[in-house]
């Protein structure tokens, strides 16, 4: 599905570098005009995947007139969450300086813990005057647990950068507003994290998404007036939690 909507995109930028190493890359989709940007961040639990696997996830945002950037990023082992982190905000900024406009940032799963992050006053990010609104999907948000699996082997947590590393535990926020999108299928654990953050932040709510589980939560933002993609371009004045 990605790689079919690469080949059918008409405006499309590939392969931009926003830094050295060799995942340091973004593919940009645009629209005829855009209306500003929407930054997706990949899943893959830190470890896996890149941006080429996800293109087809833009073809929501674009048909509604939104320029979508989907960076690649250096993957654990070979680098700490914390370096990722830094990677992702190099990402943004350098969408940012190629699209004008509001800017909306969402991610899955790692992504969303990713783009959470973003939210945070330690991260540096130049274009954060222009974040409208952040959309976690499935997001880890606290990673204390983390240290205690086998997965640790790859992330070389302390406890130190764990801490640091979890948007629930943000203390300097800049106070973006957050929709927390969660399956209601999804695994208690990742429902934990989502309503873990929802709690924290007074910014952010939580919407609890009807029959749709980790791995499939994602496959609405393919479409143009789906509810999860019109949470990210088109969010709404005041809502509730479901």
Excluded at 33 to 56: C, E, I, M, N, P
Excluded at 150 to 168: G, H, W, Y
Excluded at 206 to 226: E, K, M, N, W, Y
């Amino acid at each position: 599905m990605a790689q079919e909507f690469r080949a059918k995109a008409k405006n499309l930028r590939l392969n931009l570098e926003y830094g050295p190493a060799e995942r340091q890359k973004l593919d940009l989709f645009l629209p005829e005009a855009a209306r500003g940007l929407v930054v997706f961040v990949h899943g893959g639990y830190w470890r896996a995947f890149g941006r080429k696997d996800w293109s087809h996830l833009a073809a929501g945002a674009v048909a509604q007139g939104w320029a979508v950037a989907m960076p690649s990023y250096s993957l654990a082992p070979s680098v700490r969450i914390s370096d990722i982190t830094r990677e992702v905000a190099m990402a943004i900024d350098h969408a940012a300086a190629i699209v004008p406009g509001p800017i909306m940032l969402t991610g899955h799963s790692a992504g969303g813990h990713l783009v959470a992050r973003m939210n945070c006053t330690d991260v540096t990010l130049d274009c954060a005057d222009r974040i409208e609104r952040i959309v976690p999907i499935s997001p880890v948000t606290d990673l204390r647990p983390l240290t205690q699996t086998a997965m640790n082997t790859d992330f070389r947590l302390d406890q130190t950068e764990a801490v640091a590393e979890s948007p629930v535990l943000a203390q300097g926020r800049r106070a973006i507003p957050t929709t927390v999108w969660v399956g209601a299928q999804e695994r208690p654990a990742f429902l934990d994290q989502a309503r873990w953050l929802a709690d924290a932040w007074g910014e952010a709510q939580l919407h609890i998404a009807p029959g749709f589980h980790h791995f499939d939560v994602v496959a609405p933002l393919t479409q143009a007036d789906s509810a999860l993609t019109r949470a990210i371009v088109q969010p709404p004045k005041s809502s509730s939690a479901l």
